[in-house]
């Protein structure tokens, strides 16, 4: 049954899952952290750093890390979950988009495994 999916807004969110559990993977570093409240919703958000590259670059790796949780998501996260996905310097934009959803899959099935 497919969770509804909100996006993270605030800082003190982003910095929660900072402090949790992280897996590293060749697109992406996923952190991850259960909320421990009784909302079911999966909620999560995306960051790229200035590594990543200039604006035009920041902006696809982002565009395709939401595709990417969009369509995976509301399967295969756990609801009462945060998850943050962020971008890698040259990986993100241009690596292979099943690749992508593959590399986040595996950084799922290891977080919660």
């Known amino acids: 049954m497919p969770h509804t999916v909100e996006t993270l ?7 929660a899952c900072a402090r949790a559990r992280r897996q590293g993977t060749k697109g992406m570093l996923v952190q991850a ?38 369509l995976l998501l509301p399967e295969n996260g756990k609801p009462g979950w945060d998850y943050v996905l962020i971008g890698s310097r040259g990986n993100t934009a241009e690596r292979d988009f099943a690749d992508l959803q593959q590399d986040f899959l595996y950084a799922l099935r290891k977080l919660h495994g």
Do not use: H
């Open 9 to 15: 807004r605030k800082r003190p969110e982003f910095l």
């Open 33 to 70: 952290r259960a909320r421990g409240d009784d909302d079911p919703l999966i909620r999560v958000g995306f960051t790229c750093s200035k590594k990543v590259g200039n604006a035009v670059a920041r902006n696809r790796a982002k565009r395709r890390l939401r595709e990417v949780a969009r």
